[in-house]
């Protein structure tokens, strides 16, 4: 069955720190790793990552894959409180499947 | 004009009923999805339909049934709804194998 773990569940900072946030998956046929925000409705695209090594980066969100180890991190730098959200991770196969993980709730405080 | 959109928003209604949410895209993209989020906020994909077939059907209950007239629709009907069923359904879209699933603003789905 496959499996995507995020890590930590929740976590709360202070406005200015840097975060990084984790995703690890067992699947059959991987795809893609795909990393998502959710605040109070649907979930937002941020990034999709198919290649080990190659940061995407957008503002001060970036994200890298690692396919030998099976994990993705996500950072935010110099985090604000409009970041305050549910980020979650979701890895595709070549099914067209997908699975996410059950998201790391980010609290940014001011 | 928005992506991903879907009817009703808010869906209220009582044990055995059946129900439908509609779901349509303008993003030409060829596949389409249906996730349910519970009230743990963990979102499960329930089905993917792709040029009008089916490619995934996880295990959910017959009662559930995804209908889809054409490359930008995918409705889901439910039979003889139950409690258990009160969650957020989500449906998305995307491009197979090209970036990631737009989702649309979701349906609450209360049965009581």
């Known amino acids: 069955e496959d499996k995507v773990v995020q890590s930590p569940l929740s976590l709360v900072v202070h406005e200015g720190d840097t975060v990084t946030l984790n995703c690890s998956y067992e699947v059959t046929n991987f795809r893609s790793l795909l990393w998502y925000k959710q605040e109070k409705k649907a979930p937002t695209f941020l990034f999709m990552l198919t290649s080990s090594g190659i940061e995407k980066k957008s503002g001060r969100l970036s994200s890298i894959l690692d396919k030998k180890e099976l994990f993705s991190i996500l950072n935010i730098t110099a985090t604000q409180t409009g970041d305050s959200a549910v980020y979650l991770c979701?890895?595709?196969?070549?099914?067209?499947?997908?699975?996410f993980g059950d998201g790391t709730t980010l609290t940014v405080k001011p | 004009d928005t992506a991903v959109s879907q009817t009703p928003k808010y869906l209220v209604t009582q044990m055995g009923n059946d129900k439908s949410i509609k779901c349509e895209q303008n993003?030409?993209?060829?596949?389409m999805y249906w996730y349910k989020q519970d009230s743990k906020k963990f979102l499960k994909i329930m089905f993917s339909?792709?040029?009008?077939?089916?490619?995934i059907n996880e295990t959910v209950p017959n009662r559930f049934s995804p209908k889809s007239p054409d490359k930008a629709h995918l409705n889901l009907h439910i039979n003889s709804l139950e409690l258990g069923d009160s969650a957020v359904y989500f449906c998305?879209?995307?491009?197979?194998?090209?970036?990631?699933?737009?989702f649309g603003q979701g349906t609450r789905l209360t049965v009581v």
């Open positions: 339909y792709n040029n009008k077939e089916l490619i």
């Open positions: 993003l030409g993209h060829d596949t």
């Open positions: 979701a890895v595709g196969t070549n099914a067209g499947k997908s699975t």
């Open positions: 998305a879209s995307s491009q197979l194998g090209e970036g990631g699933a737009f």
